[in-house]
Protein backbone atom coordinates (compact mmCIF):
# COMPACT_ATOMS: atom_id res chain seq x y z
CA UNK A 1 0.00 0.00 0.00
CA UNK A 2 2.45 2.36 0.83
CA UNK A 3 4.26 1.83 -2.76
CA UNK A 4 0.78 2.26 -4.45
CA UNK A 5 0.15 5.50 -2.50
CA UNK A 6 3.82 6.90 -3.03
CA UNK A 7 4.60 5.83 -6.67
CA UNK A 8 1.27 4.28 -8.00
CA UNK A 9 -0.55 6.87 -10.12
CA UNK A 10 -4.19 5.50 -10.33
CA UNK A 11 -5.43 7.63 -7.63
CA UNK A 12 -4.37 10.75 -5.94
CA UNK A 13 -2.98 11.07 -2.30
CA UNK A 14 -3.09 12.44 0.69
CA UNK A 15 -0.50 12.92 2.98
CA UNK A 16 -1.18 14.27 6.54
CA UNK A 17 2.07 14.72 7.97
CA UNK A 18 1.64 17.42 10.23
CA UNK A 19 -0.33 16.48 13.41
CA UNK A 20 -1.48 13.55 15.32
CA UNK A 21 -4.45 11.48 13.84
CA UNK A 22 -6.71 8.92 14.92
CA UNK A 23 -7.80 6.54 13.07
CA UNK A 24 -11.10 4.45 14.34
CA UNK A 25 -12.57 2.78 11.30
CA UNK A 26 -13.42 -0.66 11.15
CA UNK A 27 -13.65 -3.07 7.85
CA UNK A 28 -16.86 -4.12 8.71
CA UNK A 29 -19.07 -0.83 8.68
CA UNK A 30 -22.29 -0.63 9.56
CA UNK A 31 -24.65 0.92 12.53
CA UNK A 32 -23.76 -2.30 14.47
CA UNK A 33 -19.56 -1.88 13.97
CA UNK A 34 -20.22 1.57 14.84
CA UNK A 35 -21.59 1.03 18.32
CA UNK A 36 -18.97 -2.34 19.45
CA UNK A 37 -16.35 -0.87 17.71
CA UNK A 38 -15.90 2.23 16.60
CA UNK A 39 -17.70 4.15 19.75
CA UNK A 40 -15.32 2.45 22.37
CA UNK A 41 -12.63 3.33 20.43
CA UNK A 42 -13.23 6.91 20.40
CA UNK A 43 -14.09 6.67 24.20
CA UNK A 44 -10.59 5.10 25.22
CA UNK A 45 -9.13 8.04 23.21
CA UNK A 46 -11.00 11.09 24.49
CA UNK A 47 -8.34 12.35 27.24
CA UNK A 48 -6.19 12.60 23.79
CA UNK A 49 -8.99 14.21 22.10
CA UNK A 50 -7.81 17.63 22.28
CA UNK A 51 -4.29 16.53 20.60
CA UNK A 52 -5.84 14.38 17.67
CA UNK A 53 -7.50 14.89 14.29
CA UNK A 54 -10.32 12.14 13.68
CA UNK A 55 -9.58 10.71 10.07
CA UNK A 56 -13.22 10.94 8.26
CA UNK A 57 -14.16 8.93 5.75
CA UNK A 58 -16.02 11.84 2.77
CA UNK A 59 -18.68 8.78 3.20
CA UNK A 60 -19.66 9.78 6.57
CA UNK A 61 -21.04 12.53 6.28
CA UNK A 62 -24.36 11.23 5.08
CA UNK A 63 -24.77 8.70 8.28
CA UNK A 64 -26.85 10.69 10.61
CA UNK A 65 -26.00 8.02 13.55
CA UNK A 66 -22.28 8.55 12.85
CA UNK A 67 -22.53 12.20 13.01
CA UNK A 68 -25.10 13.10 15.75
CA UNK A 69 -22.69 10.96 18.03
CA UNK A 70 -19.81 12.23 17.06
CA UNK A 71 -21.36 15.52 18.74
CA UNK A 72 -20.79 14.12 22.16
CA UNK A 73 -16.58 14.50 21.64
CA UNK A 74 -16.88 17.92 20.87
CA UNK A 75 -12.52 18.38 21.30
CA UNK A 76 -12.15 16.25 18.63
CA UNK A 77 -11.38 17.83 14.98
CA UNK A 78 -11.83 16.06 11.81
CA UNK A 79 -9.89 15.26 8.93
CA UNK A 80 -12.44 14.96 6.04
CA UNK A 81 -10.63 12.55 3.31
CA UNK A 82 -12.26 12.32 -0.07
CA UNK A 83 -13.33 9.05 -1.13
CA UNK A 84 -11.10 7.09 -3.98
CA UNK A 85 -8.13 8.67 -2.37
CA UNK A 86 -5.04 7.02 -0.99
CA UNK A 87 -3.90 8.15 2.65
CA UNK A 88 -0.62 8.68 4.10
CA UNK A 89 0.14 9.42 7.45
CA UNK A 90 3.07 10.28 9.59
CA UNK A 91 1.91 10.42 13.11
CA UNK A 92 -1.25 8.04 13.67
CA UNK A 93 -2.75 6.59 16.88
CA UNK A 94 -4.77 2.94 15.41
CA UNK A 95 -6.51 1.95 18.97
CA UNK A 96 -6.73 -1.79 18.58
CA UNK A 97 -9.74 -3.43 17.01
CA UNK A 98 -11.38 -6.84 18.61
CA UNK A 99 -9.69 -10.01 16.82
CA UNK A 100 -12.57 -11.71 15.44
CA UNK A 101 -15.74 -9.30 14.55
CA UNK A 102 -17.79 -11.84 17.11
CA UNK A 103 -15.30 -11.45 20.34
CA UNK A 104 -16.42 -9.10 22.77
CA UNK A 105 -15.03 -8.11 25.89
CA UNK A 106 -18.35 -7.27 28.57
CA UNK A 107 -16.18 -4.32 29.64
CA UNK A 108 -15.63 -2.54 25.74
CA UNK A 109 -19.72 -3.88 25.31
CA UNK A 110 -20.80 -1.66 28.57
CA UNK A 111 -18.57 1.17 27.96
CA UNK A 112 -20.54 2.87 24.96
CA UNK A 113 -23.92 2.68 26.69
CA UNK A 114 -21.82 4.25 29.96
CA UNK A 115 -20.69 6.76 28.04
CA UNK A 116 -23.94 7.66 26.83
CA UNK A 117 -25.42 7.81 29.71
CA UNK A 118 -23.21 9.50 31.09
CA UNK A 119 -23.58 12.21 28.29
CA UNK A 120 -27.29 12.46 28.58
CA UNK A 121 -27.22 13.27 32.25
CA UNK A 122 -24.78 15.67 31.69
CA UNK A 123 -26.93 17.05 29.14
CA UNK A 124 -30.47 17.23 31.41
CA UNK A 125 -32.00 14.45 28.63
CA UNK A 126 -33.81 12.13 30.82
CA UNK A 127 -35.06 8.80 29.00
CA UNK A 128 -36.87 7.20 31.64
CA UNK A 129 -38.77 5.06 28.85
CA UNK A 130 -40.57 2.76 31.64
CA UNK A 131 -39.67 -0.72 32.10
CA UNK A 132 -41.36 -2.31 28.96
CA UNK A 133 -40.10 -1.09 25.54
CA UNK A 134 -40.38 -2.22 22.47
CA UNK A 135 -38.31 -0.62 19.46
CA UNK A 136 -40.12 -0.36 16.48
CA UNK A 137 -38.33 -0.35 13.06
CA UNK A 138 -41.62 1.38 11.43
CA UNK A 139 -39.70 4.65 10.80
CA UNK A 140 -36.86 2.46 8.89
CA UNK A 141 -36.16 1.97 5.70
CA UNK A 142 -35.58 -1.62 5.62
CA UNK A 143 -35.69 -4.76 7.79
CA UNK A 144 -39.07 -4.59 9.94
CA UNK A 145 -41.34 -6.66 10.42
CA UNK A 146 -44.14 -7.27 7.93
CA UNK A 147 -46.76 -7.04 10.63
CA UNK A 148 -45.67 -3.87 12.65
CA UNK A 149 -48.78 -2.39 13.55
CA UNK A 150 -50.38 -5.72 14.81
CA UNK A 151 -47.30 -6.36 16.87
CA UNK A 152 -47.12 -3.09 18.06
CA UNK A 153 -50.88 -3.23 19.30
CA UNK A 154 -50.26 -6.25 20.95
CA UNK A 155 -47.37 -5.54 22.58
CA UNK A 156 -49.13 -2.10 24.13
CA UNK A 157 -52.12 -4.02 24.99
CA UNK A 158 -49.27 -5.80 27.19
CA UNK A 159 -48.19 -2.44 29.28
CA UNK A 160 -45.53 -1.39 26.29
CA UNK A 161 -44.63 1.43 25.23
CA UNK A 162 -43.41 1.98 21.93
CA UNK A 163 -39.91 3.62 21.01
CA UNK A 164 -38.26 4.55 17.53
CA UNK A 165 -34.93 5.19 17.92
CA UNK A 166 -35.30 7.78 15.26
CA UNK A 167 -36.70 9.99 17.43
CA UNK A 168 -33.70 9.84 20.04
Not at 137 to 146: H, M
Not at 148 to 168: A, F, R
Request: aromatic share 12%; charged share 25%.
Amino acid sequence: QYLVSTFGKSLQKLSLDAGNYLLAHTKWFGYFFWLTSTLPRLIKTIAQHKNLKLIYPEGWKNIKYVNESLNMFPDLKWEVVPNGVHLQVKNLRLPATRQWSNAFHPDEIAMPREFLLGYLDEKGINLNLGEKIYISRKKAARRKPINESELEKLLIGNGYKTVCMEDY
